[in-house]
């Protein structure tokens, strides 16, 4: 984010950090006067049970898993698939690398591809 940030900028931090960030690029904060806002944690506890029992077990909240991951490929094709992904070519923008030990796809998600 930090690097991607216009100068004068604002970064806003949604999570559960704790204690320290190492390698945190302080260097570039500086450098470009960016802002950064502490937004809290999510309050997870206050919606978890609901979510849980009314939406997620009776199939009504859509996990979006489907829209997340585009493609599925063999742990082999990963030379070519970071080169591939870097330059944005067949759609790629989120993968499941496929091991040996990988059940098959579930219902709705991609097939094996093959890079072209």
Known sequence: MIKCVKK???ISIIADY???A?????GGVMEKGIRLIGCG???TQKYWKD???NYLRKGKLDTVMDMIVTHRFTLEDMPLLYQRFDEKDQGIVKTFIETR???PPAKGMPLLS???
């Open 114 to 116: 093959k890079l072209v």
């Open 51 to 53: 979510l849980l029992e």
């Open 41 to 43: 944690q999510a309050p």
């Open 22 to 26: 190492n390698h945190f690029l302080i």
């Open 8 to 10: 004068f900028g604002t």
């Open 18 to 20: 704790a204690g320290y």
């Open 101 to 103: 030990f990988s059940a």
